[in-house]
């Protein structure tokens, strides 16, 4: 074989190779940011950690509907002790969606400001959801508790401090993305921007799992 030609179809198969890699990599890593590698969680998890604390979560409850001003909302998402994964404030008028905020930055200065909060309130709260196991807390009624992210997806809690009405009680129940578990407990799973949108296992609108 011509040498010249030899070294070519070397140097096409290494490229070829080095593409593909490339490609394999890249691939990875996308799978690894939508959370392909995460540990996975289900309904019987979500149901037991209720189950063994459920004493906890209704304290968490109470506690972040006392510290969110009545003409605010938040959600919040904790990363570890130093980062809010997220950390939404919204206020008549006013809505400011935020992402990865460090604890000690300016903007979380700001946005602890607005809700009259300090350091210690963020301390506090991240306690009580890790003696919750939970990692998310959303105010209002029902205040919303995540208790894991499973892939792209999240389990969560939406704990009522008063009876459901009869109406929000049908649209719940037909609903795929939600479980009423127990009077003032309704169990949910929100599917992320990809993947299935249905609690895991859901059949259709005889509700069976």
Known sequence: MNKVVKWVLIA???????????????????????????????????????????????????????ITPADKSVNIEFDGQRTLAI????????????????????????????????????????????????????????????YKRSGMGKFSYNIFAQPMSDSLSRQYSSSCTYIIYKPGVVLEYGGGAIGPQCFPGYQGKNRSF
């Not at 969606?97 to 000690?104: E, Q, R, T």
């Not at 196991?133 to 105010?139: F, K, L, R, T």
């Open 12 to 66: 096409s198969g290494v490229a070829v190779v080095g593409v593909a890699g490339f490609y394999g990599v890249m691939m990875v890593a996308v799978a690894a940011a939508f959370g392909a590698f995460d540990p996975t969680y289900t309904q019987a998890d979500l149901i037991e950690n209720y189950e063994a604390r459920a004493t906890q979560l209704r304290a968490l409850n109470a506690y972040i509907n006392t």
């Open 87 to 146: 950390f939404h404030v919204r206020a008549t008028g006013y809505n400011s969606s935020n992402w990865d905020v460090k604890w000690d930055s300016p903007k979380a200065d700001s946005l602890l400001q607005q809700l009259g909060w300090t350091r210690q309130t963020l301390t506090t709260l991240y306690d009580k959801l890790d003696e919750a196991d939970c990692i998310s807390i959303a105010s209002g009624e029902p205040s919303n508790i995540g």
